[in-house]
């Protein structure tokens, strides 16, 4: 049956209500398994070893030593990892990245591993392994790193999207470039314009569970790989091809997962670990220590951006461009294209244009962190925003309302919008107490709006319905934060059934059919999206079976609250069939029931969020404490208020984070100077108050229930908001993040001393 | 080298173990006892997320060595419910949805635990403070707090 | 590695000097274990010393007060009479990491630790304390600031482990204070910290101070030109600016991760000014 994504209006039973997740009491017993919570028999114990230098040739490896210690059952290096990228760069970078070839491109690159009978003698093992290195020139900030005079990283980098082709290889890897009508124009014809460069450190996305996996490769080439990951379908696919097998005879399993944030998309030692194992031929498990999180998995980019915005007198935004900067490791991305797309996406302009330049630098691979990309981009032209408005002597809501996108608007990064939430969270925030309570000394109040697209893609899931009329749902994205309990929520609402006779696992990569990573925001989205019509499917069978049951033909059973029911004054004393009368007898009427479903999500509806943010600043240190935070998101429809919320929070706290504290420090040296909490420092709960949020539901028209994602948006505003709010506080802009006291206090300074 | 004879008492029975001199309790409840619900988050007391209680004070168990519990009592997150009866932290933190991914959740919940044994009815800013030592990266600790203020009502019988 | 867990100095003292590889005391373990996850780490030997009885107390006393090394910090925030007599360094003593690492931390371990940023040492420093050190040839008693010597690096000999922090009862009209510069509100180590102890005369005027800075020079600092600048003084505004720019001036801070030169030296002053506004109004009875 042809499945029919349109929005329809309707009042729900179960969707919107707030029940307890189907895995929350493994959660709060301490028995659900993570990554690191699982064991095999004769399991060994796998440790990496790391370049400590930010760039050096890699002259030999000798693991003879190491070999010959007693309880060591394996030694890898990128010679059991054999390149079979065939040209393709990106394989090749993976695998690179995986295990450094000829090349260790930063601090933390993995140059060789070992698998032993226990920890201690993985310890002895990796000093045992001798690597002789020719230290290179490195670079680790984003704008030294495309001076000519910068240590280049691949001589066989070109800058892509220049015509023509340049002639020297540099650390530019590819220039991209979007907008519209005549920048300079528009510019010409505005009565203010504000001009401002901005930085913004490294970050992590955090996540407070390592990386961890056990890999067990048999003798006959089968093996199992269990693994905390965002996409364990994509894992199976990145590892068989790093590895050359058969994608059917490697089977993932997926782990709860302990945070990942977008850092859990990509493989880092998952592969290492099959390439222990089949040479050990025993399981292994590799979990990575703190330190490796931090050295060697996806940090997101580290920015230098230009912006500048003409408005006229009357608040009318003229033209507005961007050039983007941004550092992706060591290998090519499209980290700067993101945050190209992303500026100005929140309104709607006549001239745009922004180009984004990706960087190469000697420092982890970049990774997809929340939104990646767009938070910092927001932050810059957020923040010239704010500035227009002040110099225009309007109100920032209202000047952002007067040049908010809305339907039909033609984004500056291409399409035209269907209908939006922009103007609605605006709508929200004039309106809200927080903008309207009062402020002390010391005191700034900041706003920012901030953009996701959303994403959709690929996805498989299968509903069977039991005998005794409860329900199994099988989805393919992982859950990485109460995804079983909205789609459970789904599920129950189209069959009409209780939310307790739904019960949602996700399965393995042997069980379902492929599903793209739960990342863009489209866990919710699309796995709903796919329940849907896998219920409409299974809802199909159970008519077909009630019609059997009755003898009447199909067309007259109709599906209503939960029921089989016959229509027509025919069949008027049939009394309705419920789901469990249909499962009992479904052993006799043609065998198990079941409904599945195998899609791509398309119509991810683009999701916009206004944060507002009160903080005080102690003007002698420096120090700035966040005094009151709202969140307002279009949700489109909020499956489950409270991990919808959940959402907003996390997002807000985590830009919070980003904003006051959160860097990667490097040293002369290259190497990064804080590799743990201790001093890379997210909020701790006595940092933050509570984070009110206003859910809005603007429905999403390409999903049944209106849903769009909701989790990577909220952490586009807060850099932006919070920097407003200082910058309000303090009397200066603030142009560099994280905004830590030390940069407060000397920006303070450079006022005082004019 | 030989392993080192520890007894202890944990989660009310009585264990014996051998361990390595180096191994942390955390080592040894994870891969010795098959009690993982205390997690590895950092490995150097910033996270919180291996919290246990050693000899009635919350503690790190990934800075305790294991030989060091010789003759001491432990509760792990596993010992928290009362056969299938949760605790009310436990319950509070399920109905206010205080966990996402869950993976800071054990260790919050000894700590919380910890610090209603010793504070009954804390302020929001005791408690914020009192959980300091445990990070979690979903939530913004928004309903965390409110959890902890739920539960703290339902002990004192409010 | 061997873990030994002694139950008399003399034992601990005795494993100590005989042992061959490196030996590390184990108290708290806040820091040692932390150092222990280092691949770069080795150690032949950890002496535990918590199961020595005479560590374990905090004894009172008409001379003052005893702190045993093997005392948590959360044991020390539960001592009234410390506390009332000594609230600075309390406090110092209660800030060091969270409510987890204060069941384990130890003021000792904080001392012998000998990093330049330890919370407790400053308040130590300013209230005049004394550790008093076992080893091979018998007790020895040196003022706190003498133990650390360099960033990780002590005055202890092999076989020495300081057993007791000794601090004065008070004088009326006394009170002492610290305060620390962290990023975050918890679980940072200290960017700068100040302690200040006062003893004040019937009129309210300083007759004694001691002032010390921590995380701004390699090794916790007393600042005699700071403690100069308030003698003598009912801590006037101008006497709080001369007290700032005598510990501004008295830095000598490096650029690390937690925070700049010019930030150290600014902060320190601040801070110094703010832990002195607080021992006075303690002193005072305020």
Redesign the interface.
């Known amino acids: 049956m042809r499945f029919d994504a349109t929005y329809q209006d309707r009042t729900y039973k179960s969707v919107g209500t707030r029940p307890v997740r189907p895995d929350g009491v493994d959660k709060v017993t301490g028995r659900a398994r993570y990554g690191a919570d699982f064991n095999m028999p004769g399991q060994l114990v796998g440790r990496i070893l790391r370049s400590p230098h930010a760039h050096a040739r890699i002259g030999s490896i000798d693991t003879a030593r190491a070999e010959a210690l007693k309880g060591v059952k394996a030694v890898v290096t990128a010679d059991d990892l054999p390149d079979l990228s065939n040209g393709d760069q990106a394989h090749h970078d993976l695998l690179d990245n995986c295990m450094a070839r000829s090349t260790a491109f930063y601090d933390g690159h993995a140059v060789a591993a070992v698998a032993a009978v226990d920890a201690r003698t993985a310890r002895q093992a990796l000093k045992l392994i001798e690597v002789s290195y020719e230290v290179l020139p490195h670079v680790v900030d984003v704008d030294e790193a495309m001076l000519p005079s910068a240590p280049v990283l691949h001589d066989t980098i070109f800058t892509d999207g220049v015509d023509p082709r340049p002639t020297t290889s540099s650390n530019v890897a590819a220039r991209s470039e979007f907008g519209h009508g005549d920048v300079d124009a528009g510019l010409a014809a505005a009565d203010v314009i504000v001009e401002r460069s901005f930085k913004t450190e490294q970050t992590h996305q955090g996540y407070i569970e390592p990386h961890a996996c056990v890999a067990s490769v048999n003798s006959d080439g089968t093996a199992e790989l269990w693994v905390c990951t965002q996409g364990h379908f994509v894992y199976r696919q990145k590892c068989a091809d790093l590895l050359g097998m058969d994608v059917s005879k490697l089977r993932v399993t997926s782990s709860e997962i302990g945070g990942g944030f977008g850092g859990k998309t990509h493989v880092w030692m998952e592969p290492v670990a099959l390439a222990l194992s089949r040479k050990a031929g025993r399981p292994v498990k590799l979990v990575m220590s703190r330190e490796e999180v931090f050295r060697a998995s996806g940090p997101t980019s580290a920015t230098s951006i230009d912006v500048i915005i003409g408005a006229r007198h009357d608040g009318t935004i003229t033209a507005a461009s961007a050039e983007l900067r941004y550092s992706c490791g060591p290998y090519a991305e499209l980290w700067a294209e993101l945050g190209a797309m992303t500026s100005f996406a929140c309104y709607d302009l006549q001239n745009v244009k922004t180009v984004g330049y990706e960087v190469l630098v000697n420092r982890p691979k970049t990774a997809a962190y929340r939104a990646p990309s767009a938070p910092m981009a927001a932050f810059a032209v957020e923040s010239v925003v704010d500035e227009l408005a002040q110099k225009l002597g309007m109100d920032p809501i209202a000047f952002r309302i007067k040049n908010a996108a809305r339907e039909g608007t033609r984004s500056s990064y291409g399409p035209v919008y269907g209908p939006i939430g922009i103007r609605p969270t605006l709508d929200a925030a004039q309106a809200h107490p927080h903008m309207h309570a009062p402020l002390g000394p010391n005191k700034g109040r900041g706003m920012a709006c901030g953009f996701w697209f959303n994403f959709g893609g690929q996805t498989c899931t299968d509903l069977n319905v039991n005998a005794d009329g409860t329900v199994t749902l099988a989805v393919g994205t992982v859950d990485v934060g109460g995804s079983r309990a909205s789609l459970s929520l789904v599920a129950a609402e189209e069959l009409g059934i209780p939310y307790e006779h739904v019960r949602a696992v996700v399965a393995d990569t042997a069980t379902l059919g492929y599903n793209d990573m739960t990342d863009g925001s489209r866990g919710t989205f699309s796995s709903s999206m796919a329940t849907i019509s896998a219920s409409r499917n299974a809802i199909e069978v159970m008519r077909s079976r009630a019609a059997m049951m009755w003898d009447i033909p199909v067309e007259e059973v109709i599906w209503e609250d939960g029921h089989a029911k016959a229509i027509g004054a025919s069949y008027g004393n049939l009394a309705p069939l419920s789901v469990r009368e249909i499962a009992e007898a479904s052993g006799k009427t043609g065998g198990p029931i079941a409904g599945h479903s195998e899609m791509v999500a398309d119509g991810a509806g683009v999701s916009f969020a206004t944060h507002i943010c009160d903080v005080e600043v102690d003007p002698e240190t420096g120090s700035t404490r966040i005094l009151r935070y709202t969140v307002i998101q279009d949700a489109g429809k909020a499956v489950h208020p409270d991990y919808v919320e959940g959402q907003y929070q996390g997002g807000a706290a985590q830009g919070i984070g980003w904003a006051l504290n959160e860097e990667y420090v490097y040293g002369a040296d290259g190497r990064l100077q804080n590799p743990g909490f201790l001093d890379y420092r997210i909020p701790v709960c006595s940092d933050l108050p509570m984070i009110d949020t206003q859910i809005l539901e603007i429905p999403n028209p390409s999903h049944p229930y209106g849903v769009r994602g909701v989790g990577e948006t909220s952490i586009v505003p807060p850099l932006a908001a919070i920097a407003n709010a200082v910058s309000n506080a303090v009397g200066v802009r603030m142009t560099h993040i994280p905004m830590s006291p030390p940069r407060i206090l000397a920006a303070l300074d450079a006022r005082t001393k004019g | ?1 030989s392993g ?1 004879a520890v007894s202890a008492t944990i989660n009310g029975d009585e264990v014996e173990y051998l361990c ?3 191994e ?1 309790l955390l ?1 040894v409840l ?1 891969n010795r006892l098959g ?15 291996c ?1 246990v209680v ?1 000899d009635g ?4 168990s ?4 294991g ?2 519990v ?1 003759g001491a009592t432990v509760e ?3 010992g ?2 009362k056969g299938d009866t ?1 605790h009310p932290l ?1 319950t509070k ?5 205080a ?8 260790g919050f ?1 000894m ?1 919380a635990k ?2 209603l044994d010793a504070n009954p009815d804390p302020t ?2 005791e ?20 959890a902890v203020q739920a539960a703290a009502l339902e002990i004192n019988g409010g | 590695m061997y873990y030994e867990r002694p139950e008399t100095l003399q034992d601990a003292s005795r494993l100590l000097a005989e042992t061959k590889g490196t030996a590390y005391i184990l108290a708290g373990g806040t820091d040692l274990l932390v150092r222990a996850k280092s691949d770069h780490f080795e150690a032949d030997l950890m002496v535990d010393i918590k199961s020595i009885a005479e560590l374990r107390t905090v004894h009172h006393t008409a001379e003052g007060f005893a702190i045993g090394a093997a005392v948590s910090c959360a044991d020390l925030g539960r001592h009234a009479a410390l506390k009332a007599a000594w609230p600075g360094v309390v406090e110092a003593a209660n800030l060091i990491g969270s409510a987890q690492i204060q069941s384990r931390c130890t003021i000792a371990g904080n001392l012998c630790n000998a990093s330049p940023a330890a919370d407790s040492v400053p308040a130590m420093v300013a209230a005049g304390a004394r550790a008093i050190i076992a080893g091979p040839a018998g007790m020895r008693t040196v003022p706190v600031e003498a133990v650390p010597v360099a960033p990780g690096k002590t005055s202890l000999g092999q076989g020495e482990i300081v057993a007791t922090i000794e601090i004065d009862n008070r004088p009326p009209r006394s009170g002492d204070a610290y305060l620390r510069f962290i990023p975050r509100t918890e679980m940072d180590i200290a960017v700068v910290g100040a302690g200040v102890s006062l003893t004040l005369d019937e009129t309210g005027t300083i007759q004694s101070a001691r002032v010390a800075l921590g995380a701004v020079a390699p090794t916790v600092m007393l600042v005699a030109e700071a403690a100069d600048a308030i003698l003598g003084t009912r801590l006037e505004y101008a006497a709080l600016e001369r007290l700032a720019e005598a510990c501004s001036a008295a830095c000598r801070p490096i650029n690390d991760k937690r925070g700049t030169v010019e930030f150290r030296k600014k902060v320190a002053g601040v801070l110094a000014r703010r832990a002195a506004r607080i021992a006075y109004d303690r002193s005072r009875g305020a």
């Open positions: 080298m080192l390595q001199a180096e942390t080592d994870r009690l993982t619900g205390a997690k590895e988050g950092c490995g150097t007391g910033d996270c919180g997320a919290s050693l004070k919350l503690v790190c990934c800075l305790v060595l030989a060091e010789q792990t997150i596993e928290m419910a949760l436990q933190f399920l109905e206010h949805a966990l996402q991914c869950g993976i800071c959740t054990p919940l700590a910890a610090l929001e800013e408690i914020r403070f009192g959980l300091a030592g445990n990070l979690c990266r979903c939530t913004g600790y928004d309903k965390i707090v409110r």
